[in-house]
């Protein structure tokens, strides 16, 4: 297997986070196909989430994941299989989100499965993205009295 098509795959993922994170939402939108999916494990909202198309899954998550929202996401282990100009990938799945406004902290982890797609551009980008769910808590900021928490500017709602 090519390792330049390997890192580049790498690079379309680790991009697809730190735009989600950073709230670069252009960019974001950019690590996808224009008829990417996403399926992702949700068991706060009690079902999963499915999207369809570039627009729906980057106007759901600038919507959701806007304004009070701070999150990271952390991938590891990443198993990647490439045919030609098509690839999958499992990933291990890290994430925090703090919901600043319900004074919210949920932690996960879980494993990621992606489909990804060469471009004309010669650009790797996700054609299908979504995870399962190992565990998924929460826990108010309020039950933990001697927390200070200080953090970027998406801590309060005027934030990106």
Do not use: Q
Request: glycine letters at 8%; proline letters at 4%.
């Amino acid at each position: 297997m090519d390792p330049t098509t390997l890192e580049e795959i790498r690079r379309a993922k680790y991009r697809y986070l730190r735009c989600l994170d950073l709230k670069l939402w252009d960019d974001f939108a950019d690590t996808f196909t224009d008829d990417a999916v996403a399926a992702y494990d949700t068991p706060m909202l009690r079902e999963p989430l499915r999207l369809a198309g570039r627009d729906a899954i980057v106007g759901y998550m600038r919507a959701t994941l806007g304004a009070g929202m701070i999150t990271t996401h952390l991938v590891s282990h990443p198993e990647i299989e490439v045919g030609g100009d098509d690839a999958t990938g499992s990933w291990c799945l890290e994430d925090t989100v703090i919901v600043m406004e319900h004074r919210l902290l949920i932690r996960g982890a879980g494993y990621y499965r992606d489909t990804y797609r060469r471009c004309p551009d010669g650009r790797w980008r996700i054609s299908g993205t979504g995870h399962e769910r190992t565990y998924e808590f929460s826990v108010s900021l309020d039950d933990l009295p001697s927390l200070r928490f200080t953090a970027n500017r998406w801590a309060s709602p005027a934030g990106a």
